[in-house]
Each structure stands twice: as C-alpha cells, then as structure tokens.
C-alpha cells in the first residue's frame, strides 16, 4: 500500500456526514444520541432502516432494537452509522 495515493473511506462514511449536515449544509459534529430514541442507520445490511438506541458506551459501537421478524431485535453497529431519525 503506498501511503502517498488517495485510499477509499469504508462504505457508509461519506453518507453519516451528509446526514449530519444541517439545513445549510454544515456538518454538525455533535450528534444527539440518546437511549430511548429514534435512529437511523446509514450503513449496512439495514441501512436506511429506523431503529431505537439501545445502549451507547465509549467503544465505538452502539447496540439498536430493530422491529423485524415480528419484534424488536438487538443489533450492534458502529457508533458512526448512526443518526438520529429525523
């Protein structure tokens, strides 16, 4: 790998920060996240989808109750593929 030529960002990352723009188009770094509310995931097998926050710690990963299959089911992801639900 050669440290000197542009590399890719992981998929997800260009669509969390145009998420976090506000009506003016400037990034908002502080997201308000809070168990109980309603997010939406940006990336993955389930973006798009709406969910509640479930847990929010310092790892880097959050944990969201997706209602599928019938009822809500705990999902981990990466804290960064996460916004809150407009």
Do not use: Y
């Amino acid at each position: 790998m050669q440290c000197d030529m542009p590399q890719p960002v992981p998929q997800g990352v260009v669509e969390s920060l145009i998420a976090s723009t506000d009506q003016n188009g400037l990034l908002c770094l502080e997201q308000r996240l809070r168990v109980g509310s309603s997010v939406r995931l940006t990336a993955g097998p389930f973006a798009e989808q709406l969910a509640i926050l479930d847990r929010l710690d310092d790892s880097g990963r959050v944990r969201v109750l997706l209602n599928i299959m019938g009822g809500p089911v705990p999902v981990q992801i990466r804290r960064e593929f996460v916004v809150p639900a407009a």
